[in-house]
């Protein structure tokens, strides 16, 4: 219901247009991020925010909600696909549920290191292949923020491949990712990210995966103290727009959230980068027990199902991605 509430609140201000000139209008527009306030991805909305109001002489203005309070993960996305929310700032995982070519950016292993994914996503490749398809679908991809990399976490340690047999690991709805620990040999278990603490905690599941700054800020270390650096899948934390809402801005204030949105990005790697110097002392001290499995065996599960992608996917779209990459 509070969600509703917001959501009903964010509709009586989103889009709300002065009485007079068009250069007059003001715009008011609720973000919403399943992170927790101080997640660096948190900090750079907050910083994206601060620059849009300025620069448009407060014209336009981001209200953000962090902690999943416009809703579960689902929820928003199918909110900002009909226009009641301005924007989300999610993984493309969670976007391949309305925009399926999305998948591809999931395939394990596709890159080695954030300059490499950067390359890929801010390169022509993604951006006729996949960015200018999500107009379509209702979403408009502003820029692509934030790229971690995943390791599993669980409540009993990992420290081989043969660990993960038969283990309920929480997983993105996502198909990439479910085929990925089915290969694993894990359960694959799709779980709204704001349940997983509690599922954690009760052992309704017996892990989940994630990059070690969010293991650290949302606190599931508290309930699942094995950390293992399998790093098999990146993250791409990206500002995606309701299509709706940004057809109904003036050009000058679509230029003025293009350029709050690179600052806001900014602002996060600053956090991301100054969180991860320190994250895994912060973890040890916090009674995590960090794992380095062998990850050939892990390279070779994933790898393989990239050819089980084919058929959803189609073998071109992941060639092109895959030299795009350099693989």
Same mark, same amino acid.
């Given at each position: 219901?509070?969600?509703?509430?917001?959501?009903?609140?964010?509709?009586?201000?989103?889009?709300?247009?002065?009485?007079?000139?068009?250069?007059?209008?003001?715009?008011?527009?609720?973000?919403?991020?399943?992170?927790?306030?101080?997640? &660096?991805?948190?900090?750079?909305?907050?910083?994206?925010?601060?620059?849009?109001?300025?620069?448009?002489?407060?014209?336009?203005?981001?209200? /953000?909600?962090?902690?999943?309070?416009?809703?579960?993960?689902?929820?928003?996305?199918?909110?900002?696909?009909?226009?009641?929310?301005?924007? /989300?700032?999610?993984?493309?995982?969670?976007?391949?549920?309305?925009?399926?070519?999305?998948?591809?950016?999931?395939?394990?292993?596709?890159?080695?290191?954030?300059?490499?994914?950067?390359?890929?996503?801010?390169?022509?490749?993604?951006?006729?292949?996949?960015?200018?398809?999500?107009?379509?679908?209702?979403?408009?991809?502003?820029?692509?923020?934030?790229?971690?990399?995943?390791?599993?976490?669980?409540?009993?340690?990992?420290?081989?491949?043969? =660990?993960?047999?038969?283990?309920? /690991?929480?997983? /993105?709805?996502?198909?990439?990712?479910?085929?990925?620990?089915?290969?694993?040999?894990?359960?694959?278990?799709?779980?709204?990210?704001?349940?997983?603490?509690?599922?954690?905690?009760?052992?309704?599941?017996?892990?989940?995966?994630?990059?070690?700054?969010?293991?650290?800020?949302?606190? @599931?270390?508290?309930?699942?103290?094995?950390?293992?650096?399998?790093? @098999?899948?990146?993250?791409?934390?990206?500002?995606?727009?309701?299509?709706?809402?940004?057809?109904?801005?003036?050009? =000058?204030?679509?230029?003025?959230?293009?350029?709050?949105?690179?600052?806001?990005?900014?602002?996060?790697?600053?956090?991301?980068?100054?969180?991860?110097?320190?994250?895994? =002392?912060?973890?040890?001290?916090?009674?995590?027990?960090?794992?380095?499995?062998?990850?050939? &065996?892990?390279?070779?599960?994933?790898?393989?199902?990239?050819?089980?992608?084919?058929?959803?996917?189609?073998?071109?779209?992941?060639?092109?991605?895959?030299?795009?990459?350099?693989?």
């Amino acid at each position: 219901m509070k969600s509703l509430a917001r959501i009903a609140i964010g509709l009586a201000l989103s889009a709300g247009l002065a009485a007079q000139t068009a250069s007059a209008q003001e715009f008011k527009f609720n973000l919403g991020t399943v992170l927790d306030p101080k997640h &660096p991805v948190s900090v750079g909305m907050y910083k994206m925010a601060e620059v849009a109001e300025k620069a448009s002489g407060g014209r336009l203005k981001l209200e /953000i909600f962090p902690s999943s309070q416009l809703g579960a993960q689902r929820e928003m996305w199918q909110n900002v696909q009909a226009g009641l929310i301005g924007g /989300i700032v999610d993984p493309t995982a969670s976007l391949t549920n309305f925009v399926p070519q999305f998948a591809v950016l999931d395939l394990p292993y596709l890159v080695q290191n954030p300059e490499q994914a950067f390359k890929l996503l801010d390169g022509p490749v993604v951006e006729s292949e996949l960015t200018s398809k999500a107009p379509a679908a209702g979403f408009r991809v502003v820029h692509y923020w934030e790229v971690t990399f995943r390791n599993v976490y669980t409540r009993t340690p990992v420290n081989s491949i043969a =660990d993960l047999k038969g283990k309920k /690991i929480r997983v /993105i709805p996502n198909p990439t990712f479910i085929a990925l620990f089915r290969a694993l040999g894990a359960a694959p278990t799709p779980m709204a990210f704001g349940e997983l603490y509690t599922a954690l905690q009760q052992g309704v599941v017996d892990g989940a995966e994630n990059d070690a700054v969010t293991y650290f800020t949302t606190k @599931h270390y508290e309930v699942a103290k094995n950390y293992a650096l399998t790093n @098999h899948l990146m993250l791409i934390n990206t500002l995606v727009f309701s299509e709706k809402q940004w057809q109904r801005l003036p050009q =000058d204030l679509r230029s003025v959230l293009l350029k709050a949105s690179l600052e806001g990005r900014k602002a996060c790697l600053d956090e991301r980068h100054a969180r991860e110097a320190k994250v895994f =002392d912060d973890l040890r001290a916090g009674g995590v027990n960090i794992t380095k499995p062998d990850l050939k &065996p892990f390279v070779e599960a994933g790898r393989k199902t990239w050819t089980e992608s084919e058929a959803r996917l189609g073998k071109d779209l992941i060639k092109k991605i895959a030299d795009a990459a350099g693989k």
